[in-house]
């Protein structure tokens, strides 16, 4: 299955800029770690801190998020720059983990059983846990993407969740109530089919637009801002934020969004859902 360039929109996606500043910048910066919440700017997003991943070949990948105790503790989210010829025969190290995949840049081909999907910017993919996939990039052109794990919850009566692949385009903005189109939310996943235990949404927000009070809930959240700016609320601080910024919050951490551009402002969204909390608190 392929993506035709025609039914993409004209729409960018940020990811991680690499390279370094000037020897001679400001080392005053952006980033923020708070018992409650961390920003990690794009700015920060650079070459020193890139990983190598086991069983990936011509890739380097940012490690945003980690399962840590005591702050967030469900997912870990990356950025994969992927080269030409690059990719995985066995990309997922762990058999009871699921992912999200998101293409930010380029183009992938994921192989997901015998099924073959060529995946371009705004290309989005659903793995269930034990789900035999691949990942390579067989184009001329660097490709990138984001890539989130989490350890999926099995539930009594549940079957396995099936795999998703879709694309931006695709997905309808399903607009908040009161809101109209100023802030609206699509989602790849059904929110009403209990097997899948997290969902990865794009929030939308038109110039203006606004989540009108603090959010305060048990879901963890990893959000990579895609484009646009705004103001960020983040437990008792705004935080101006911008394409490429990503913020990790913990439970129960109060949010609240403004934005302030003369474009759309979106992210991409993670968080847990549809689960009992379990009652053996970890040490």
Not at 227 to 242: F, H, Q, S
């Amino acid at each position: 299955m392929k993506d035709t360039a025609a039914s993409r929109p004209a729409r960018t996606y940020a990811f991680p800029p690499g390279g370094l500043p000037g020897a001679d910048d400001d080392p005053f910066g952006t980033a923020i770690f708070t018992e409650a919440y961390a920003v990690i700017p794009a700015a920060v997003q650079r070459d020193i801190v890139t990983s190598l991943l086991p069983g990936w070949q011509d890739h380097r990948v940012w490690i945003l998020a980690r399962p840590l105790s005591g702050f967030a503790e469900t997912f870990a989210q990356y950025a994969v720059e992927l080269y030409p010829g690059g990719g995985s025969a066995e990309p997922e190290p762990e058999r009871d983990a699921q992912a999200v995949l998101f293409v930010a840049e380029g183009e992938v081909r994921l192989t997901i059983g015998s099924e073959r999907h060529e995946l371009g910017p705004g290309g989005f993919a659903y793995l269930p846990p034990a789900a035999p996939w691949t990942l390579w990039n067989h184009g001329e052109h660097t490709a990138r993407f984001h890539w989130i794990r989490k350890r999926f919850v099995a539930a009594k009566g549940l079957q396995l969740p099936n795999p998703i692949v879709t694309h931006d385009a695709r997905v309808p903005a399903a607009p908040m109530p009161n809101a109209g189109d100023r802030w609206s939310t699509q989602r790849f996943i059904d929110p009403l089919d209990t097997r899948y235990d997290f969902h990865v949404n794009i929030v939308n927000f038109m110039p203006g637009g606004r989540i009108p009070f603090a959010e305060t809930h048990v879901m963890e959240h990893g959000l990579y801002v895609l484009e646009g700016t705004a103001r960020y609320l983040l437990n008792r601080d705004w935080v101006e934020v911008g394409p490429g910024d990503f913020m990790w919050l913990r439970a129960f951490c109060p949010q609240a969004c403004i934005a302030t551009g003369d474009g759309p402002f979106r992210y991409l969204l993670y968080k847990d859902v549809n689960r009992h909390p379990s009652l053996t608190i970890l040490k």
